[in-house]
């Protein structure tokens, strides 16, 4: 401490939470709270609940998955005996502890799941028992077929691998902040030295248990919502979104403590090279999300292809929006040296590619679930699931769009004509889109408008599905305002300043090599 | 080797960070420094010497864009004019298709680009042989060097006298 240039650093880096921040996060709770009731509330039906559902699923991965690379960039830092972060390494250390939440909400979402909760059913076809009983007429052979990795048991499994990641988030902030109040050298009892090494032990044993358990979580997260799809690229995207988001959230923070005076140490340099993982990153979702894309737009199987086909048909907008945020904005913004350094600029592009990323979860969620939707409606047209007979569908059939070798109807076709329903999703079974939330909620009467008509609402863009409507919104910054709030509250509990981390000089003196003359002191 | 018809007075120094204080201590001074040489590259030089941000990389997005254009145009041109073919039932022009080969060429480009232009700007090449002030700047020494071509005795004396003040192993002169 006494021999380098900030030894008053400590006297401000105390963070209190109180007043307006806090009064703010609260709305935002509360915003969320009246958000999440409304779409409950607004209907008794599946479909209000599945809006509920989707966007609780949507939220919580988004931001729980922030946390979760928040632990991973300590411990990846950690590993590579990374100096550059520990003057700000408080910010993801507080980030962390959303990960306790983290395991109540998919515990919650994994409970109602098992207990086949209103809504859930359509969230994921897998949910539907019917679909998995080879003796019903709505037997789904895929979902079945996967049944014994998808399934309610493997998905309260989550909410147990979100606690093994909060273990881990807890040790190290333990850790780091127990490092605060030891001596450097002592002959008994803990020192830093000591402490360093234990963070790299518990570090090194997160990254391994992080990449597999990761994938785990996703795949029954988001990319089981899809349950006719699978793609093997699908976690590392998914993660590097989460990545992403999490930087933009944290440089976010930083600003936000800079402007209340904290966090002296944090220079041009920090910023650069957060701006630099904003930049970089970016391309590597990139680089991920056109290697899906690519790989399955090439080989052109029908099971695979109904993926991209739905979003491109009927996503397009979010479909394009999400790559240029994510992609095109970010690349060209942050491509200059000056532009990562420069405040406003790189706060911008956060602020940008954190609601791309969350536009991006949403995009790989919500098509998946209207899908289910339109999927499960089919089938109760056909005359099964609802057990009533839909005169639309007549009208339907008899306009010359016979489905019966379809996906939709093999209910009926392959299972009786064939025994075993071995099919392949063709990318036209996808229906077209019913204004059924516009309506008020009484789909059957929506759906018989259909017929004629179907063809004219080919493009119609339902608010809420298509485009995040007010309560997607709503929703969101209800859960960044939980998000802020535990992070918030995390930081007003210990010293920004880590004084006795052995890489803080390291941290402090941070050169990139590129500063312009006045950046020297 | 190149001749520069120089006579050049440098200083050798032991440790980067000695060698910082002693380019901030000769900048205080007024000396006009000729040049440094590391045998890496020190972070937060540049500006201790007052250079400018380079422009070579200015350079580098024009040949990405070039290579861009040109790989893109090219397939393009190839694939829907001059020689169609079917790839796997997809149409002549198949954006996807071309953005692998566009990504790898716009990254060749820039690569090469930059190289080309970095060597010509330092006048390096193959057979070039530039004059080296001593054979441990490339090991272990950290130089400042002034150029005295054209310098009286006594200033001579004083810049030298200023390299050993600021802490320099070594003092020399040499003609190159």
């Known amino acids: ?521 | 080797m190149r001749v520069l018809n120089k006579k050049v007075l440098f200083g050798l120094y032991n440790d980067e960070e000695i060698l910082k204080s002693a380019i901030l201590e000769i900048n205080g001074e007024n000396a006009e420094i000729m040049e440094v040489y590391t045998p890496f590259p020190v972070h937060g030089l540049d500006p201790y010497l007052g250079f400018n941000e380079s422009r070579l990389h200015i350079a580098g997005f024009l040949y990405g864009m070039m290579g861009t254009t040109l790989a893109f145009g090219f397939m393009s041109w190839v694939f829907t004019a001059n020689w169609p073919i079917i790839f796997g039932g997809k149409p002549y022009f198949s954006v996807p298709s071309f953005i692998p080969i566009t990504f790898e060429f716009t990254v060749l480009m820039a690569a090469v680009g930059m190289v080309i232009t970095f060597y010509l700007i330092c006048g390096l090449g193959p057979g070039v042989e530039n004059p080296y002030l001593d054979p441990r700047i490339t090991d272990d020494k950290f130089c400042i060097a002034f150029d005295v071509t054209n310098s009286s005795r006594e200033e001579v004396a004083a810049l030298s006298g200023l390299l050993q003040r600021t802490s320099a192993e070594e003092v020399h002169t040499k003609n190159i």
């Not at chain 1, 902030?173 to 963070?199: A, E, F």
């Not at chain 1, 029954?220 to 998914?238: E, G, I, N, R």
Request: net charge negative.
């Open chain 1, 1 to 521: 401490m006494s021999n380098h240039s900030h030894s008053n650093e400590t006297s401000n880096e105390n963070f209190v939470f109180t007043g307006t921040a806090k009064l703010f996060t609260l709305v935002l709770i509360a915003i969320g709270a009246i958000c999440l009731a409304l779409s409950w509330f607004s209907g008794s039906d599946d479909m209000h609940h599945m809006r509920f559902w989707t966007n609780y699923l949507h939220n919580s991965v988004f931001f729980v998955g922030i946390a979760f690379a928040a632990v991973l960039f300590l411990s990846t830092h950690t590993m590579a005996w990374g100096g550059w972060q520990t003057i700000f390494k408080r910010i993801p250390e507080a980030m962390m502890p959303f990960l306790y939440v983290g395991v109540v909400l998919f515990a919650i979402l994994g409970i109602a799941i098992y207990m086949g909760a209103s809504g859930t059913e359509l969230l994921y076809l897998w949910n539907e028992p019917n679909y998995l009983d080879p003796t019903h007429a709505d037997y789904d052979a895929l979902a079945h077929h996967k049944s014994a990795f998808v399934n309610p048991t493997a998905y309260l499994l989550t909410a147990l691998i979100v606690a093994v990641w909060s273990i881990f988030a807890f040790m190290f902030r333990k850790l780091s902040i127990q490092q605060d109040n030891t001596p450097h050298t002592i002959t008994s009892g803990d020192t830093v030295p000591k402490l360093t090494k234990r963070t790299r032990i518990y570090a090194a044993a997160f990254l391994p248990i992080a990449g597999f358990s990761s994938a785990y979580c996703i795949w029954q997260w988001v990319m089981s919502v899809d349950t006719h799809w699978y793609s093997t690229l699908f976690a590392w995207y998914a993660t590097v979104s989460m990545w992403v988001a999490m930087v933009a959230m944290m440089y976010m923070l930083i600003l936000y403590l800079r402007s209340k005076g904290h966090l002296k140490a944090f220079t041009d340099e920090h910023t650069h090279d957060l701006g630099k993982y904003i930049f970089g990153f970016s391309i590597f979702w990139t680089y991920l999300w056109f290697s899906q894309f690519m790989l399955i737009w090439y080989s052109n199987n029908g099971e695979e292809t109904q993926y991209f086909y739905l979003r491109f048909e009927q996503f397009k907008p979010i479909f394009f929006i999400n790559l240029f945020i994510n992609f095109v904005l970010p690349f060209f913004i942050l491509m200059m040296n000056s532009s990562k350094r420069t405040l406003g600029t790189l706060a911008f592009t956060a602020g940008l590619v954190f609601f791309g990323h969350w536009l991006d979860f949403y995009q790989m969620i919500k098509p998946g679930v209207w899908y289910n939707y339109e999927h499960v409606m089919h089938l109760k047209h056909a005359g099964h699931g609802a057990g009533h007979s839909d005169p639309a569908h007549d009208a339907h059939d008899t306009n010359g769009h016979d489905h019966s070798n379809d996906a939709h109807d093999h209910s009926t076709e392959s299972h009786d004509a064939h025994g075993d329903a071995t099919y392949q999703l063709q990318p036209n079974d996808i229906q077209q889109p019913k204004a059924v939330l516009t309506s008020g909620g009484d789909h059957n009467n929506t759906a018989a408008t259909s017929g004629d008509d179907h063809h004219e609402k080919e493009h119609s863009t339902v608010m809420g599905v298509h485009i995040p409507g007010l309560i997607e919104i709503g929703t969101m910054l209800g859960f960044l305002g939980l998000f802020l709030f535990v992070t918030l509250t995390m930081l007003s509990r210990a010293s920004l300043y880590p004084k006795n981390d052995p890489y803080l000089l390291e941290s402090e003196h941070h050169d990139t090599g590129v500063g312009v003359i006045k950046d020297i002191h």
